[in-house]
């Protein structure tokens, strides 16, 4: 969870974790702020177009969520712990599903290309097999 500024060489911890949730105009990630750029770059860039959680979420996918506030970030990453196991050697918790095991959805075998290059919309797949 990022609710707040993370830079430098702080930053590469966190690109390297699982899951990543960041907090709009408040939380941010990048190697170099704005002002570095500025004097290297010439260029204009605000904290949040450099490295906030919008940008981290559409743009770079380095970060998984973005939410509102903290609030809705803290209450959202308990839900989001409810998934996961307690430990390694605990099995992650079982949702009961009205989904038949023997469904068949053939479309499933084009989504994915062959071609490990191309893209493919990734929720698109998380939709049809959850």
Known sequence: MIMGP??????YSPSMTDFIFM????S?????GPEVVKT????DVTAEELGGAVTHTTKSGVADLAFENDVEALSMLRRFT????????EKPPVTPTND?????DYSLDTLVPDNA????????????VE
């Open 117 to 128: 290059n191309k893209a493919y919309d990734m929720k698109e797949l998380i939709v049809k």
């Open 23 to 26: 907090v709009k105009d408040s």
């Open 100 to 104: 038949p095991v023997d469904r068949m």
């Open 40 to 43: 290297v770059t010439h260029e």
């Open 28 to 32: 941010y990630m990048f190697v170099t």
């Open 82 to 89: 409810n998934f996961l196991p307690a430990n390694n050697r």
């Open 6 to 11: 993370c830079a430098g060489g702080a930053v």
